[in-house]
T-cell receptor, first 114, second 113 residues
Framework: GEDVEQSLFLSVREGDSSVINCTYT??????LYWYKQEPGAGLQLLTY?????DMKQDQRLTVLLNKKDKHLSLRIADTQTGDSAIYFC??????????????FGKGTHLIIQP | DSGVTQTPKHLITATGQRVTLRCSPR?????VYWYQQSLDQGLQFLIQ???????AKGNILERFSAQQFPDLHSELNLSSLELGDSALYFC????????????FGPGTRLTVT
């Protein structure tokens, strides 16, 4: 079955890089996602990667995938106070024609220190 | 703003009651997904509809049901409510050409007293 694990908290200094880690268990063809949730808000899709890719970069965000270890990470360069949020890792199986429901981790609270 | 709308924003009701949550997907999106977010269970996928048809089922209780109408809006019906059903309920939609991208609405906060 699917299971997604991530640590609950990460504290970084403003201006440093943040690296949020996630492990997943499903070995089927899969898509892996990062979502951001700010207090009182819905989930914002940040980026996603297919399991046959190693890396994806989008401005300050870099996603790295280690398929052998089933490990996914999200790196946020030059972390700002506006990056303070809960970051969710999620996994989906593509059963053909689009993604099925996502399996989410518990979320990592990113805390920014001035 | 993702373009997905959900009503109401907040709902307070008593145990044993029935409520209906409504979702309007982004313009052009055919898929609608429902999720429940609670402190103890985290974010859980409930059910997916595609162009009016049920497509996939997750951890949806038998007391819960959903449907998607011809205009593509969706409703999630929760009945015989229990205290443990108190949660945030999110709707997400995805476009037919990029079905991998799910865009979430702001959620409906349900409180059962």
């Amino acid at each position: 079955g699917e299971d997604v694990e991530q640590s609950l908290f990460l504290s970084v200094r403003e201006g440093d890089s943040s690296v949020i880690n996630c492990t997943y268990t499903d070995s089927s063809s899969t898509y892996l996602y990062w979502y951001k949730q700010e207090p009182g808000a819905g989930l914002q899709l940040l980026t996603y990667i297919f399991s046959n890719m190693d890396m994806k970069q989008d401005q300050r965000l870099t996603v790295l995938l280690n398929k052998k270890d089933k490990h996914l990470s999200l790196r946020i360069a030059d972390t700002q106070t506006g990056d303070s949020a809960i970051y969710f890792c999620a996994e989906s199986i593509n059963s053909g024609g689009g993604a099925d429901g996502l399996t989410f981790g518990k979320g990592t609270h990113l805390i920014i220190q001035p | 703003d993702s373009g997905v709308t959900q009503t109401p924003k907040h709902l307070i009701t008593a145990t044993g009651q029935r409520v209906t949550l409504r979702c309007s997907p982004r313009s052009g999106d055919l898929s609608v997904y429902w999720y429940q977010q609670s402190l103890d269970q985290g974010l859980q996928f409930l059910i997916q509809y595609y162009n009016g048809e049920e497509r996939a089922k997750g951890n949806i209780l038998e007391r819960f049901s959903a449907q998607q109408f011809p205009d593509l809006h969706s409703e999630l019906n929760l009945s015989s409510l229990e205290l443990g059903d108190s949660a945030l309920y999110f709707c997400a939609s995805s476009p037919p050409a990029r079905g991998l991208e799910q865009y979430f609405g702001p959620g409906t906060r349900l409180t059962v007293t």
